[in-house]
């Protein structure tokens, strides 16, 4: 099989998927504010260290610091000290931020499955599958 021509071919599709309105639309909400909102949505203890959320978005230290200054002037999170570090500042969701959170995890979940109601159920099936083999081989990749 000659997979660079397999992988021309498919840089090709995931250029014409990136133009697509409804992608570029999910793919900058699983990004930036939404997505630091659905990570400490996410977090059993309702709190995460501002690292912690550089290290899962893979985005500097710098500009989770700006993404956190947007959200706390929005009344979507708070910083507070933590009590057993005084070094640490931890942040977490104000209601008004967890109403957020919920519906922008809503939105993206109707727009993802409104995309994968187009492609059908064995397409929307073998996407998923495929998807998380990506994911796999990524994270390989990374290592």
Do not use: C, W
Request: charged share 25%; hydrophobic share 40%.
């Amino acid at each position: 099989m000659d997979y660079q021509k397999l992988a021309h071919e498919l840089m090709q599709k995931m250029v014409s998927i990136h133009k697509a309105k409804h992608i570029k639309n999910i793919e900058d909400d699983i990004r930036g504010e939404v997505f630091v909102l659905y990570y400490i949505n996410q977090k059993s203890t309702g709190e995460v260290l501002p690292s912690e959320l550089s290290a899962a978005t893979g985005i500097s230290t710098s500009r989770i610091a700006l993404t956190l200054n947007s959200l706390e002037k929005k009344a979507l999170i708070s910083r507070s000290i933590d009590v057993s570090d005084r070094r640490r500042i931890l942040v977490k969701l104000t209601q008004k931020g967890k109403e957020a959170a919920q519906q922008q995890i809503n939105k993206i979940l109707a727009d993802i499955t409104n995309m994968l109601t187009l492609l059908g159920e064995q397409d929307a099936k073998e996407y998923t599958r495929i998807m998380g083999k990506i994911a796999d081989a990524m994270l390989q990749l990374n290592n």
